[in-house]
């Protein structure tokens, strides 16, 4: 829409009614935060062990022998899976004969956990594992249960968000992209009540909007966000960034029982690095180019966490440490790609935009927990692999085009000028500390 920023600017950028929509936004995400991230405890797996039942026949020695040792990151521990077969232990023990010394136990057939398991209780009373007994032949089901956690998630947020549709009032700019000019009008005249701002009389120009109607009332299909070769290569790109943003952060967030020391303390602290993180990516969206910011970001996420493999065992501190410094970066891409994706697309599919990558994030936290899961193979297998996927993706970022210093793009048209791998955009990329985009700024 022509001159809609300049038609809208006696509204101020922060009065009273952008700090109310900001926080009504701000709120409808809170309820996706605590249950995302309330699987790290319900889904958490405990150590766990073969059940020897009571009626056995086994003295105190071979019972407390039966269960076979395995390596288990350079240390020799009991076995999760397996036990020696007890109808062979209780002959043994009914001939008087010893563990060990008399009989060899490395020799011995084992069989599964015909029984069923014993768990600890040291971290977790109770989880979906423990009531399920998802562990040894049937852990695979873990992550599975923990994915579709995440699709109720998805779920729930597409409810949350059509229940917030009901109470934060809708953007005028898409209104009037959509013709609806008097919807439009009447919440930019809300607006400037709630702000104590008199109103101009006239806000649009009729001829203008006349002139500009057959383009407002185009209707948006998913399809448009492929409709040329340069929109294409752009959303596609933007939804494998999304994607595998997603993955990091996610995968990240539910390995946080798997780290040196308290479950509980290590999760407060990986809650606790967003906020700094999320100030960061606040200040370098304000000051920065998008490109350098997001990929500066994800490289310093990816790096540090393929880091990890390097540090030595005893050195656990340590490795917590580049875990948190991986969130961190990670974090903070996660918020910028925000802003970011907003502003590379014109008004009549932005929305559409932000919901088709939106859905590539929700897939990636679908995907997340399997990356974990591959931790039962090798500890430093998941952080290898999100590690490479996050350096990748901050390659891939450089790739797309600049939008700092740019307006927001309200027509294909627009969009089609920027070019990826270069931008052909007529902008320095610098502006002046007093000066803030007006993609941040905007109230609408």
């Known amino acids: 829409m022509r001159d809609y920023d300049e038609a809208t600017a006696f509204l101020g950028e922060w009065g009273r009614f952008q700090r109310l929509v900001f926080f ?59 036990r020696y077969r007890l109808a062979a232990l209780a002959n043994f023990s009914a001939l008087g004969l010893r563990p060990g010394s008399d009989v060899e136990l490395e020799a011995l057939e084992q069989e599964p956990c015909l029984d069923g398991w014993e768990y600890s209780r040291d971290v977790y009373r109770s989880t979906i594992v423990t009531e399920w007994n998802l562990v040894c032949e049937d852990d695979w089901k873990a992550p599975l249960t923990t994915s579709l956690f995440f699709v109720g998630v998805l779920i ?9 549709d009901r109470i934060i009032p809708e953007s005028p700019r898409w209104l009037i992209s959509q013709g609806r000019y008097k919807e439009a009008e009447a919440i930019i005249q809300k607006a400037a009540k709630m ?5 101009p009389a006239v806000l649009f120009d009729t001829a203008e909007m006349q002139d500009s109607k057959p383009q407002q009332q185009q209707k948006a299909i998913l399809l448009d966000l492929f409709r040329t070769r340069n929109i294409a290569t752009i ?33 407060f602290l990986s809650a606790v690095i967003e906020v700094p993180a999320y100030v960061i990516a606040w200040l370098l969206l304000r000051s920065l180019p998008r490109r350098y910011s997001l990929s500066g970001a994800l490289f310093l996420g990816g790096s540090v966490v393929l880091f990890i493999q390097l540090v030595p065992a005893e050195l656990n501190v340590l490795s917590v440490a580049l875990v948190m410094l991986g969130k961190f970066g990670i974090t903070a891409a996660f918020s910028m ?21 939106s859905t590539a994030s929700r897939l990636g936290s679908i995907i997340a927990p399997y990356f974990v899961y591959l931790g039962a193979y090798d500890r430093f297998l998941p952080y290898i692999l999100m590690g490479s996927l996050t350096v ?22 627009q969009m089609m000028k920027v070019k990826c791998f270069r931008n052909e955009q007529q902008t320095t990329g610098i502006r002046s500390p007093k000066e803030s985009p007006k993609s941040l700024v905007t109230p609408f």
């Open 337 to 357: 790609l925000y802003v970011y994706n907003v502003e590379l697309y014109p008004t009549l599919v932005r929305n559409m935009a932000v919901g088709a990558t």
């Open 235 to 267: 959303t596609i790109m933007s939804l494998l960034l999304w994607f595998f943003t997603s993955v990091g952060y996610f995968g990240l967030s539910l390995s946080t029982p798997d780290w040196h020391g308290n479950a509980y303390i290590n999760c």
């Open 195 to 199: 702000n104590g701002i008199p109103a």
């Open 156 to 164: 729930g947020s597409f409810i949350s968000g059509q229940l917030s």
């Open 392 to 413: 990748l993706i901050g390659i891939l970022t450089l790739f797309l085009p600049e939008s700092f210093g740019n307006p927001l793009p309200e027509s294909f048209e």
């Open 24 to 82: 009504l936004l701000s709120a409808s995400i809170i309820p996706n935060g605590f249950n995302g991230m309330s699987v790290v405890f319900l889904a958490g797996t405990p150590e766990h062990r073969c059940v020897v039942p009571r009626g056995a026949n086994l003295s105190g020695e071979w019972r407390n022998a039966s269960i076979p040792l395995e390596l288990r990151d350079g240390q020799e521990v009991p076995s999760r899976c397996r």
